[in-house]
């Protein structure tokens, strides 16, 4: 079984990239930025886990307010560094951990976390810019990654007891993956700091000492603090701390610290922090949390013609669904009905991926790991009815799935006011 060798928890400011970036390691305004993680580089390249479950928060790069979720966990393949406004660090992607992250999905689900769950997003310095400073990565990352990105700027926020929660929740998936890892779980964020309003430039030393404390020896005491607790001790931006309790709770109840820092060099308190667990595994809980898992699902399986969109078949069929979502772009759009060979070429889809939609081969499609919703968006397109495609996936002639309806002339599809000729949609000719 998978189990988890410890964690390490450490700021994420910008700072530390542009440390790492400016090559700041003589400096001796700079230098001790690079002393506090050089320890935690030396036991994670000692650790060689095979898997980091990282969370962190982005700032408002790739999670925007159209859509801004609790808590998002990465499914994707890779993750590409974001660019934050003057074009993106001179970094590689790094991979994903996929059987795991999917795993690690499905069990928070289970244990009634509202999960939300993103593909091929690239993430910003909550997570490149320690990263840089701890691991090598030219040409390539050494260790793949699970990014778990929590929503803690937009309020309301997750509340740090149920921070911790999640935290537990994420040992029991964890510990229940069934094949042998070795899984490192990180956390990042603050200590304090304060980056808008006339507060700007807050910082409490003795509370972000306090805290690196109590995160390692009781972090009870830290389970009930608010919102309000937390910014006053650390400001509002401080807050973020709350993601360090995901981290102890992944954790057993006693750990032993292999090293801990703390500088402030000027806005952000730096710190870092190696826990190492001393967990005992539990064979019967993590069956039990398998089974949990599958539960909702079970005999799913057995119903005829019936596939569940599951995070395996979002994973599988991506780039597809991908594909065929931008038909909802009026430039993507053109570009397909113009010429689908080229259209398919361009989005790098491979040549299964291509004769699948150039054949509208509908049910193969859905076999494939394509959800519906994007069938009926290429069925607008091309002038076919949502009834055609059900009929063609029955395997069966237009007329004779009428014949199964109530209403055998309800005709319809989404093609709005753009839509071509739209040749079934058309009075019945009098008898």
Not at 254 to 262: E, F, L, M, N
Request: proline share 6%; charged share 20%.
């Amino acid at each position: 079984m998978a189990h988890i060798i410890g964690a390490f928890a450490c700021s994420h400011t910008p700072t530390i990239g542009f440390a790492f970036d400016k090559d700041k390691a003589r400096d001796p305004t700079w230098a001790p930025i690079f002393e506090a993680f050089a320890p935690v580089r030396e036991w994670l390249l000692a650790q060689r886990p095979d898997a980091i479950v990282y969370i962190f928060n982005d700032h408002v790069t790739s999670f925007f307010f159209d859509h801004y979720s609790a808590f998002a966990l990465g499914i994707g393949e890779e993750y590409a560094v974001a660019d934050e406004g003057g074009g993106p660090r001179d970094l590689p992607p790094i991979r994903g951990h996929q059987e795991l992250a999917i795993h690690i999905g499905k069990s928070l689900m289970a244990d009634e976390f509202d999960m939300s769950f993103f593909q091929r997003k690239p993430l910003d310095h909550g997570l490149f810019s320690p990263l840089s400073m701890l691991l090598p990565h030219q040409p390539a990352w050494p260790f793949p990654v699970v990014p778990l990105q929590i929503g803690v700027l937009q309020f309301p926020v997750p509340s740090a007891r149920r921070c911790w929660k999640l935290g537990e929740a994420l040992r029991r998936a964890v510990e229940s993956y069934p094949a042998d890892l070795r899984v490192v779980i990180a956390a990042t964020g603050g200590l304090s700091h304060q980056v808008h309003g006339e507060g700007c430039g807050f910082n409490n030393p003795a509370w972000d000492l306090e805290f690196l404390d109590l995160i390692e020896r009781d972090p009870a005491r830290l389970v009930d603090m608010t919102q309000a607790d937390y910014a006053r001790l650390g400001g509002m931006e401080g807050a973020e701390v709350i993601m360090w309790l995901i981290m102890r709770g992944a954790l057993s109840p006693k750990v032993v610290r292999r090293h801990h820092s703390y500088y402030l060099p000027s806005m952000t308190g730096i710190a870092t922090l190696v826990l190492e667990n001393q967990g005992v595994e539990d064979a019967v809980a993590n069956q039990r949390q398998r089974e949990l898992i599958d539960h909702q699902l079970k005999g799913a399986e057995r119903l005829p013609g019936t596939y569940p969109f599951t995070l395996e078949r979002s994973v599988r069929g991506y780039r597809l669904n991908h594909f065929l979502h931008r038909l909802i772009e009026p430039a993507h759009r053109a570009a397909f009905v113009a010429d689908e060979a080229a259209a398919c070429a361009a989005a790098g889809l491979s040549e299964e991926e291509s004769r699948l939609v150039r054949q509208r081969d509908w049910i193969g499609m859905i076999h494939y790991g394509v959800i519906f919703f994007m069938l009926e968006k290429l069925g607008a397109v091309v002038g076919v009815s949502n009834l055609h495609i059900y009929a063609a996936m029955r395997g069966l002639e237009l007329e004779e799935f009428l014949k199964t309806r109530n209403a055998p002339a309800a005709i319809y599809s989404v093609a709005g006011k753009s839509a071509g000729d739209l040749a079934w949609d058309r009075p019945a000719a009098a008898p």
